[in-house]
Nanobody, 126 residues
Framework: QVQLVESGGGLVQAGGSLTLSCAGSGRSFRTYAMAWFRQAPGKEREFAAA????????YYADSVKGRFIISRDNAKNTVSLQMNSLKPEDTAVYYC???????????????????WGQGTQVTVSS
C-alpha cells in the first residue's frame, strides 16, 4: 500500500514557475514508477509526465515538454514536478500517481495507475 500526498500548488502569474511535491509512504514507494496527471475544469484527466522507478528515464506530454521537469528522490520517498514558463492553460488540479514499473514507457502515458494522490490546485493567471 502506498499513500501519496501532494503539496506546492497555488496561484502564479503566467510566465512564472512553481514546484509541486509528492510525498509517498511505504517501503515499496521506490519500486513504483511515478507520474503526474492534471485535470482542468470540465475536462478529462490528462497525463503530464512520468519517471521510472530509479529516476533514470522520463517521459513528457507534448503540452509540457521543455517547460516541466519531473524528478524523484527515493531516499526521501518524494517525486517533484518543476513547472516553468507557466501558461493559463496549465491551470488544473495536479495529481501524483504511482504505477507498476513494468508498464513504464518512454513514449506512452501509463494506462493503469495503482495509487493516486488527492490532488493540488494550480492556477495560472494571465
Amino acid at each position: 500500500q502506498v499513500q501519496l500526498v501532494e503539496s506546492g500548488g497555488g496561484l502564479v502569474q503566467a510566465g512564472g514557475s512553481l514546484t509541486l511535491s509528492c510525498a509517498g509512504s511505504g517501503r515499496s514507494f521506490r519500486t513504483y514508477a511515478m507520474a503526474w496527471f492534471r485535470q482542468a475544469p470540465g475536462k478529462e484527466r490528462e497525463f503530464a509526465a512520468a519517471i521510472s522507478w530509479n529516476g533514470g528515464r522520463t517521459y513528457y506530454a507534448d503540452s509540457v515538454k521543455g517547460r516541466f521537469i519531473i524528478s524523484r528522490d527515493n531516499a526521501k520517498n518524494t517525486v517533484s514536478l518543476q513547472m516553468n514558463s507557466l501558461k493559463p492553460e496549465d491551470t488544473a488540479v495536479y495529481y501524483c500517481a504511482a504505477f507498476d514499473s513494468a508498464y513504464y514507457s518512454d513514449n506512452a502515458a501509463p494506462r493503469r495507475i495503482n495509487y493516486w494522490g488527492q490532488g493540488t490546485q494550480v492556477t495560472v493567471s494571465s
